[in-house]
């Protein structure tokens, strides 16, 4: 178990609540989140990057809940967004648009209209075409975009291939010799203001190397902008630090570890005085978060056990999607004798699935579990498919708990819906 998930009694609890006391309260599948498990997560990465002047952007794509994003608000995050809809979440949330960096490589004109009226702090721009749109849309309002200019530093993060997104053979970002060329065409447009340069190179990186060696092609860009007279004043490492999922194939790096490779590979630039910005999404919530969800049938055969559970792809796609690992457990009895089961969802797929011939505890029909490690991405790429209304999320502080999303009703399903 870890952070804080703990047994108590032989009863798995959120920091002092009970888990099976949110499940009978709110039904399953249910997520939940620790909110003092977000603050320590939070601060560790703060402190790590304490060595200069710095923004952390909370990548709000990785939980866009509300209540979670006003948690990041109050610890003084900003966001890092990849649509308008995620800008309304986070001013919703309470968040500033000042503080808000916009990546992704298709934003609409109407997108980049409202982001420059809300006043956003930066455009990360990831192509030629993208600058010329966004320059031509400023100048019609009579506004600048401030802008960084994403790169691709063709580096290998050594993760999922879905995940990774700094290699040249990925859509994201100008490559390292388009670039110099970019940014001197970007100074030049009345409609843009050049402030940055920024990367990021892939989710779930276990290793500082990826980090340091992307950082190292930002530095030498950023000095060859300089003699040129282009004085920037932000560097953004993107985000991308990973979690321990509980595999028990090794832990990533610790955020001080992360924070002393940035330092480290930073320090050429150290007199230019930048700003260092962050994009860091799961490292802040995904420990936080479990799926809670209960046992319905058992079945097996001449080859295979499985454990039928209410929770399914829907709610949880990761381990469909990338074949991910996520730690489970009864909430009750931990210790008993291990039986080799797949942990299956209710869904109409081969891939629904949260654990293949994963030895543990012996599961009992009508028995609560927790699927761990599934704050980041787990609701917020959960999803409707087979009539599944999502599932409510909790946040707990301390004893007590705030039921901070409901489950959706099946009228708020068809709401925009009617017969031809
Ligand atoms: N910045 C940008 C531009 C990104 O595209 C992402 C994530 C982040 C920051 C935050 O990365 P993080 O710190 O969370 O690793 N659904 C996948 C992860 C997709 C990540 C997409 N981009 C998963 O469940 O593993």
Redesign the pocket.
Known sequence: MSGPFEYNNGELHCEGVSLTAIAEAVGTPAYVYSRTEIERAYRAFDEALAFMPHEICY?V??NSTLGVLGVLVELGAGA?I?SVGELYRWLRAGGTAEHVVF?GVGKSESEMKTALEAGIGCFNVESAEELVALDAVAQKMGKRARISIRVNPDVDPETHPY?S?GLKTNKFGVSMAEAPELFRDAAKRAGLEVIGVDC?IG??LTKTSPFADAIARLVQLITDLDKDGIKLRHVDV????GIDYGKGDGVPPTPAEYGAAVQKALAPIAKLGLKLMT?????LVGSAGALISRVMFRKHNELKHFTIVDAAMNDLM?PAL?G?FHPIQPLKNPNRPLVKTDVVGPICETGDFFARDRELPALEAGELIWIGAAG??GAA?ASNYNTRPRAPEVLVEGNTYTVIRTRETYEQLVANEKLA
């Open positions: 990548a794509k990785a890092d990849v990546s995940i997104t990021h989710s779930q993107g985000g991308g630090l994009e860091p999404g799961r490292v990761r990338y991910s980041a991405y790429m």
